[in-house]
């Protein structure tokens, strides 16, 4: 299998981190971000959007981070990381729909802002990181309210859902905006949770 992506990029980590889960390795293809190689012609060709990560396994190619994670996840084996029983798998999925629709765009906003920004020698922009810390604010009240009585999203074990939100968690931590997670006693505690995972720990060291 090869995988077309970028060791930083928080779309590719998900799909580390489902290979290091699962004991597995991938041949890594480095599509350079800085010198906008996902928009040449060679990775169009691959991903007709112009972003990683991208997934080659023999014939078969696949694009979208979340749809990669599930194909590996039902192809590999060792442990499972989809529950079987129906209403944990549903909630697997709709913490996933969460991350994509209300934390990964405004996670990633605060990381050009407070990380990237400052690597360029520009600026950040507050107001553009404080709206986006206001919309984080308000999905992670969300789970805070639900982890009360659970330890990982999908219920008891540790599934796909918990792998697409850890790299956006992590954003929060490398752009000081750590109080997010923090302040939420029971996100501070999934935090720890999921951080701590041998898989997350290689894959984000
Ligand atoms: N929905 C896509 C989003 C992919 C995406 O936005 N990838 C980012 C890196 S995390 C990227 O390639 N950015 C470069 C660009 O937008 O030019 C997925 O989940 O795979």
């Known amino acids: 299998m090869k995988l077309y992506g970028h060791p930083m ?18 041949q890594f293809e480095l599509v350079d971000l800085m010198k906008g190689e996902q928009k040449q012609p060679a990775h169009l060709a691959r991903q007709p959007f ?10 078969f190619s696949l694009y979208e981070s979340r749809a990669i994670m599930r194909y590996l996840d039902q192809k590999l084996p060792g442990a499972s990381l989809t529950p079987t029983e129906l209403r944990a798998r549903a909630l697997m999925d709709q913490w996933i729909s969460v991350e994509q629709s209300y934390v990964s765009t405004p996670a990633v906003k605060i990381v050009f802002q407070r990380v990237i920004h400052p690597m360029r020698g520009q600026q950040s922009d507050e107001s553009v990181v404080d709206a986006a810390k206001a919309e984080i604010a308000r999905a992670l009240d969300v789970v805070d309210r639900a982890m009360a009585s659970q330890e990982y999203l999908a219920g008891s074990s540790y599934s796909l859902a918990d792998v697409s939100w850890t790299p956006y968690l992590h954003c929060l931590v490398i752009s ?23 898989a997350w720990v290689k894959v984000s060291s």
């Open 176 to 198: 000081k905006v750590e109080e997010l997670i923090t302040d939420r006693p029971n996100v501070a505690a999934w935090w720890k949770r999921i951080s701590a995972r041998p």
């Open 50 to 59: 112009g972003v990683i990560p991208v997934l080659e396994d023999e014939d």
């Open 9 to 26: 990029s928080t779309c590719t980590r998900k799909v580390l981190t489902v290979l290091a889960e699962k004991g597995h390795e991938a």
